[in-house]
């Protein structure tokens, strides 16, 4: 009965089974993911393997994945045909699934090929539940009477398969479906699905187009095609489509979800409220719609600043489906302080940017990161137009993403600037460390002036910012020209000066000097371990020598920038940072002794507004590096007498009494390198 043509089991070969042997450890220890990665890449090259199955059944059980119990036992029908268990457990994980026609067909199969079979008391129980199920939805459904059930099982699990991302076989068997199934258009918006998850746009615009052209009251049909033309950046063309959208009254539930997602793909937040409102009053009670349709409105609420009626639904949707992720990290975030918070998203990551597209950028990245940014912008390029549909997609991450879409989209536009950047750095959506790096991206590619003072959110609030287009990044490595030994005493002397123990962290920075003379870092250190011994004069001493013999190493500069501000020598002082405003990229502890550097030299010239700009640039690249600044930078903001405070009092109340040492600490300090 399987589609799958009977084939002989193949033997179970030794490496077969030292590789199954394995897979099983990992189920042993827990390592159910890695186990379930191993499995998939066994069965596809072994598919007439029959261990492989049962070992994919067990991993399916333990896991209570419905998706694998069921696909594991279609293929094992088709290599062990006598075996009565995989018929009925083919037909149990087809029920769990949702997909009734298809469990309809399995059990039935089932009770006429073993009517006395170990099962049959369930199985005749369960096709007495579901059978009527069934002919209530061929009422439903506009085919003709006498269909075939067999098409039916082959519509479900077409859409099953693609759902799951087995586009290849669930698109064959939507062809299948589709055939025998003329007058009926979901086989053939299945079809439009499976090119549309993988990422072929156009394709499946063009199938959707189709589908609406044959069947203009579809609704599925219009959907499809209104969400592919805004995901192409065609969105105008759409508009008839969504006008007509607008007036539909649908009985099925899933059908106001359809219609609420596809406003979603237009950005129109009160769109999705409005039909949201229609629903539950055409069908009733809020209980009568999806979960996804609560949490779709919740998002469009949460986006239009309803927040307490966002909450309501998210926790509505939450308790009718706890699977829901999309609605549990969306309460999540919305929780949590502004300046962490993504926003409200509506959709996951995958569901703008398929895999496939994913898959080429790494690519692009790869083949094009030994020749430089240029190569990475070219390849960038060539992938946009190879696949119509991704550049919006990234876009549209900026817009309404999850942090992961966002993220993504910062990462491409390190290289290639994409539709709404500016927005959005100047927006409220994004976490104050995304906004901030979409800002000095932004002026990296000329879209804002890079030196002077935009507005931007911080923590919540407007605030003006000093752009300098830094790409901040948090992948800091330990020196790579150390000895091995020289490395360990870093490590060690590091350790020690977090442990407040500068003696030790001093001896330690003398052995790795013996090994490595005259090394940066390592004078770094020594110059901070000297300052917290109250040896200033040395320490002045040492930085005067790491700055002459390593003019390019930024603690460096950073540190006679802040000891010549000491000895008033403000234009020396200033003439040693300026040379740091050409670099593009800084690491955190990089940034921030630079931040810090220059937050000493304003105040000390008095220039408190422009320091605090600064002390803002810090907060958002991380508010947790430096926490007595950012308490006594909020003290600050509550001053109303700011602009008449003296840079002596500015220093006292943005750091505190111990100013002067958090403060040369900090900016002299390096990242301390970890093993």
């Keep these: 009965m399987s589609q799958h043509s009977r084939r002989q089991p193949r033997p179970l070969k030794p490496k077969d089974a030292r590789k199954l042997d394995a897979i099983e450890a990992l189920m042993a220890a827990g390592h159910w993911d890695e186990a379930h990665e191993e499995l998939e890449a066994f069965t596809a090259r072994n598919p007439k393997v029959v261990e492989g199955w049962i070992v994919t059944m067990d991993l399916a059980v333990e896991t209570e994945n419905a998706f694998l119990v069921w696909n594991a036992s279609r293929h094992l029908m088709s290599l062990e045909p006598h075996a009565e268990t995989h018929t009925y457990n083919a037909a149990m994980a087809a029920a769990q699934l949702g997909i009734p026609f298809a469990a309809l067909v399995y059990i039935n199969t089932y009770l006429e090929r073993w009517p006395d079979g170990l099962y049959r008391q369930d199985a005749r129980e369960f096709q007495e539940a579901t059978a009527p199920l069934c002919d209530e939805l061929l009422q439903q459904f506009p085919i003709a009477q006498g269909t075939d059930l067999e098409a039916l099982r082959l519509f479900e699990e077409g859409q099953i398969l693609v759902s799951y991302g087995r586009y290849k076989e669930g698109r064959q068997l939507s062809e299948l479906a589709a055939q025998q199934l003329p007058d009926f258009p979901p086989p053939r918006n299945n079809l439009a699905l499976s090119y549309t998850v993988e990422g072929r746009l156009d394709r499946a615009l063009s199938l959707s187009q189709k589908v609406m052209k044959d069947y203009p009251d579809n609704i599925h049909a219009r959907a499809n095609t209104a969400q592919l033309l805004a995901r192409l950046g065609r969105a105008g063309e759409a508009q008839p489509i969504l006008d007509s959208l607008r007036d539909e009254t649908p009985d099925a539930p899933d059908l106001w979800r359809k219609i609420m997602e ?52 998210w926790k509505s949707a939450i308790k009718e489906d706890p699977a829901l992720d999309l609605a549990r990290d969306n309460h999540f975030d919305s929780r949590l302080s502004p300046g962490q918070q993504n926003g409200a998203w509506y959709l996951p990551f995958h569901h703008w940017l398929p895999k496939v597209w994913i898959e080429r950028l790494l690519r692009a990245f790869q083949q094009a990161a030994r020749r430089g940014e240029d190569d990475i912008r070219r390849s960038m390029e060539r992938v946009f137009q190879a696949f119509p549909g991704l550049e919006v997609g990234l876009g549209l991450q900026l817009k309404q993403g999850d942090p992961t879409g966002i993220e993504t989209a910062l990462h491409v536009t390190e290289y290639v600037p994409i539709p709404g950047l500016v927005e959005f750095a100047l927006g409220q959506r994004g976490s104050d460390e995304h906004r901030m790096k979409a800002a000095n991206l932004a002026v990296k590619h000329g879209l804002l002036d890079g030196g002077k003072s935009v507005t931007l959110y911080v923590a919540g609030e407007s605030r003006q910012l000093l752009l300098l287009g830094f790409e901040i990044h948090d992948d800091y490595q330990p020196p790579d020209d150390l000895p091995d030994e020289a490395l360990e005493c870093l490590v060690a002397a590091s350790n020690a000066l977090y442990d407040d123990e500068p003696e030790l962290a001093l001896k330690w920075v003398e052995q790795g000097l013996a090994l490595a003379p005259d090394h940066a870092t390592l004078l770094n250190e020594k110059v901070v371990a000297l300052v917290d011994l109250g040896r200033r004069e040395e320490a002045d001493a040492l930085t005067r020598r790491n700055a002459k013999l390593h003019p390019d190493y930024l603690f460096a500069r950073c540190a006679m920038a802040r000891l010549y501000a000491r000895e008033g020598k403000l234009d020396e002082a200033q003439e040693w940072l300026d040379t740091l405003m050409g670099r593009t990229r800084l690491s955190v502890s990089e940034f921030a002794a630079f931040a810090l550097a220059q937050i000493g030299l304003l105040m000390m010239r008095g220039e408190v507004e422009a320091a605090m700009s600064w002390v803002d640039m810090l907060e958002g690249v991380d508010p947790d590096l430096v926490p007595p600044v950012m308490s006594g930078f909020n003290r600050l903001r509550k001053r109303e007498d700011l602009s008449r405070l003296s840079p002596e009092e500015f220093a006292e109340e943005l750091f505190g009494p111990d100013a002067p040492d958090i403060l040369n600490r900090l900016s002299e300090k390096d990242e301390p390198a970890d093993n």
């Design 262 to 313: 596809t406003f979603v793909h237009t950005g129109d937040d009160q769109a999705v409220i409005e039909i949201f409102e229609r629903a539950r009053k055409a069908l009733g009670r809020q209980r009568d719609l999806e979960p996804m349709a609560l949490h779709l409105a919740a998002v469009a609420y949460a986006r239009s600043g309803e927040a307490g009626k966002a909450q309501k639904l």
